[in-house]
């Protein structure tokens, strides 16, 4: 079955300098989160779109901004990356709806190293 | 009381062992409750959903206490394989209809099964 992708895997940004990562969910999935994950925590939500329009906030920097593309695709823009930055990100999708479905399948994370 | 907390761990069991965890969680309306596994530096994958009174599947058995508000996982004959994190989620309760599930993670419990 299909899941969610995200890319890239891997990437190493300095200070200061901007990154973007992608997220594609699982097809027919309408709703995409992005969390990050610091090393030794637990996951963090970031932000939340449902249907194109952002559904939820969380601890998410005003240097970070998101949006849900018309595929359902989602990018997470970072800039002006400080070194507490560095983190795996997370990207699931679920399908909207009530109470029991919703359930969230996460990608294989983008793991973002500053230097 | 914070959202979810879990048994802060690590356990350690043989192959064989049964072994349990705990994990409380402070909004007593919340529906849904899900339990993740969590391998080194990869992505949450769903393990257990728990909508009712519990969920087993095979050697896994998920028990909800609605009035202590607490849900439990337990594992029985533990595998090597099960050396993980494993992560307690409760989603906040909404009857929007809309999709906005931001999941909130316990901490995780280190689970290693020894040979």
């Known amino acids: 079955a299909a899941g969610v992708i995200q890319s890239p895997r891997h990437l190493i940004k300095e200070k200061r300098e901007t990154a973007t990562l992608k997220c594609y969910p699982i097809?027919?999935?309408?709703?995409v989160y992005w969390y990050q994950q610091g090393p030794g925590q637990d996951p963090q939500f970031l932000i939340s779109f449902y249907e194109k329009m952002q559904s939820d906030k969380g601890s998410i920097p005003d240097r970070f901004s998101a949006q849900q593309f018309s595929d359902y695709h989602s990018e997470l823009n970072m800039s002006s990356l400080e070194l507490g930055d560095s983190a795996l990100y997370f990207c699931?999708?679920?399908?909207?709806?009530?109470?029991?479905?919703?359930?969230?399948?996460f990608g294989p994370g983008t793991r973002l190293t500053v230097l | 009381r914070k959202e979810v907390e879990q048994d802060p761990g690590p356990f350690n069991v043989p192959e064989g062992a049964t072994v349990a965890f705990n994990c409380t969680y402070s909004n007593s309306a919340s529906q849904s409750f899900f339990w993740y596994r969590q391998d080194c530096r990869k992505e949450p994958k769903l393990l257990m959903s728990v909508y009712s009174s519990g969920n087993e599947d095979g050697r896994f058995t998920a028990q909800l206490n609605r009035a202590s508000q607490y849900i439990s996982l337990l594992i029985r004959d533990s595998k090597l394989s099960d050396s993980a994190t494993y992560l307690c989620v409760v989603p906040p309760f909404t009857n929007s209809g809309g999709s906005n599930y931001k999941l909130t993670f316990g901490k995780g419990t280190l689970l290693t099964v020894n040979p």
């Open positions: 097809p027919r999935h309408d709703t």
């Open positions: 699931a999708s679920s399908l909207g709806g009530r109470l029991r479905s919703g359930t969230q399948y």
